[in-house]
């Protein structure tokens, strides 16, 4: 295996000089790159030795060079990072109390490569959304940005995540103390946090979703991304979002169809966008695929939980199912192992899960025509061992240069051999982290994972669209209101 990701460039808005698109060959090509770059303003961080060969460092690795472009930001950092030096990822994170959760989701996240490039070496400043009131006014952004510098450009082999742990507890307050938490609850909050603070969109309109009835999924499934992407646009839509197809059907029991099943026929299908899958564990559950199916199959809804059928006019029995619909570039999966009893009692299932380390195919599952072939490979994992209240949480991930698994133990970090680790089986896989394979066609032999940026005047890098729906999307894209980007 290669390098796992690139950010596409070929068709993104251009932002700098025609002279960036050039391919950097050697020294010379590079270094016209980085000239024209400081002129353009924007940053990445490199190693000094490397940044500054002239000039003898003594405070920090962390000089700023300046980059314009998503163009070769993926490459930019690759050669950026010193892989000799102490840090490239290999860097633990110091526990502060109780914050191995944390240090367990940061670890997973530093591993995401395209997120890990847009910190280093994309003008994530630029998109900081200030005025958003949903956000931190670039406060929890900035502190990310600083960590993924420390993680992957210092020479030291931990780090102290003291100012991102205040940072995160001065806006979600539930993280403010030193008792053991959640690591799924810190991702779901940092990812949210990071999107609205680097949320593209400054003024969201309000669009009303439309009642589809299941007649025209991949239509309505394209116009619901549209409408979500008038709202939401920034990195995490463009790495982690995907859609989910959410149907009801009406089955009242004092009608029967022609096929002798209950319900006047009508349906309600809704595409929802997700950031990651929250998946149930049974008694019968082995693999994630087992996980998978419980989270797709069909769930009766009667008594206290009936539906309003809006063509009977009246509540009835129901049918609830969830399809996945598009998958994102970065999947990542929650197992559902802690759960809620009826007196409010916390409990964990020790289950154990076996679950691919590479080419997991979701072929099948993916509902929608359209869209890049579903094949994943597992790069990180965040592990959670022991009980719900005397727990301890560690990850595994898979270091981008040397391809080798390394387990973070807080501030420890060490190479692990996959097959003694059982990396793929066991009882403590609690969030898995996926990265979509493509083949590049620049070498066919290395497994990428193309990155679009999503906007609503481009509706070609929609994932949608990524096959030959194109130019059937072409003919019907006149409804479409174009105006808000
Ligand atoms: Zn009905």
Not at 21 to 40: D, F, I, T, W, Y
């Amino acid at each position: 295996m290669g390098k796992c990701q690139s950010i596409d460039v070929s068709r993104r808005e251009p932002m700098g000089e025609n002279s960036l698109q050039e391919p950097m060959v050697g020294n010379k090509k590079r270094n016209r790159h980085l000239e024209s770059m400081a002129r353009v303003g924007s940053r990445v961080f490199m190693p000094e030795s490397r940044a500054s060969p002239t000039k003898s460092n003594t405070n920090t690795t962390l000089k700023e060079h300046k980059a314009s472009t998503y163009d070769h930001v993926h490459e930019l950092v690759n050669d950026g990072i010193n892989i000799n030096d102490n840090g490239s990822g290999k860097v633990g994170l110091m526990n502060l109390g109780n914050t191995c959760f944390m240090n367990s989701s940061l670890q997973c996240l530093s591993n995401t490569e395209p997120m890990t490039d847009y910190f280093l070496g994309y003008d994530y400043r630029s998109e900081i959304n200030a005025d958003n009131i949903f956000g931190t006014k670039g406060a929890l952004v900035r502190c990310y940005a600083e960590l993924t510098k420390h993680l992957w450009l210092g020479k030291s082999k931990s780090y102290c995540p003291e100012e991102f742990k205040s940072s995160i507890g001065r806006f979600a307050p539930q993280f403010e103390g030193y008792e053991q938490q959640d690591a799924q609850e810190l991702l779901a909050y940092l990812l949210d946090g990071i999107h609205e603070d680097l949320n593209r969109v400054l003024i969201k309109p309000y669009i009303e979703d439309k009642d589809c009835d299941g007649s025209n999924d991949e239509g309505d499934a394209i116009i619901a991304w549209s409408n979500y992407l008038s709202r939401n646009k920034s990195i995490i839509v463009d790495l982690f979002q995907g859609q989910l197809r959410n149907t009801m059907t009406c089955r009242n029991n004092k009608l029967i169809q022609a096929d002798g099943t209950h319900g006047c026929g009508h349906k309600n299908v809704k595409f929802d966008p997700f950031m990651y899958l929250s998946l149930p564990i049974s008694d019968t559950s082995n693999t994630l695929d087992d996980c998978l199916s419980l989270f797709c199959e069909e769930e009766t809804l009667k008594g206290d939980n009936q539906w309003y059928c809006t063509k009977c006019k009246t509540h009835v029995d129901a049918t609830k199912k969830i399809d996945l619909w598009m998958l994102p570039p970065i999947l990542i999966i929650h197992l559902k192992r802690f759960k809620f009893g009826v007196t409010g009692h916390r409990s964990k299932i020790e289950r154990p899960i076996c679950y691919p380390l590479s080419d997991w195919n979701l072929s099948t599952r993916k509902k929608s025509e359209g869209g890049v072939f579903p094949l994943y490979d597992l790069y990180a994992i965040s592990h959670h061992r022991g009980t719900v209240s005397g727990g301890h949480y560690t990850a595994h991930a898979k270091n981008r240069f040397d391809r080798e698994w390394y387990d973070f133990n807080d501030s420890q970090c060490r190479k692990v051999d996959k097959e003694k680790e059982k990396l793929g089986f066991g009882s403590s896989a609690y969030c898995l982290f996926y990265n979509r394979v493509e083949r590049n066609h620049n070498a066919a032999q290395e497994r990428t994972t193309t990155i679009r940026r999503q906007s609503i005047s481009r509706p070609e890098l929609w994932p949608h669209l990524q096959r030959d729906a194109v130019k059937q999307w072409a003919s019907t894209r006149v409804d479409l209101d174009y105006t808000v980007d």
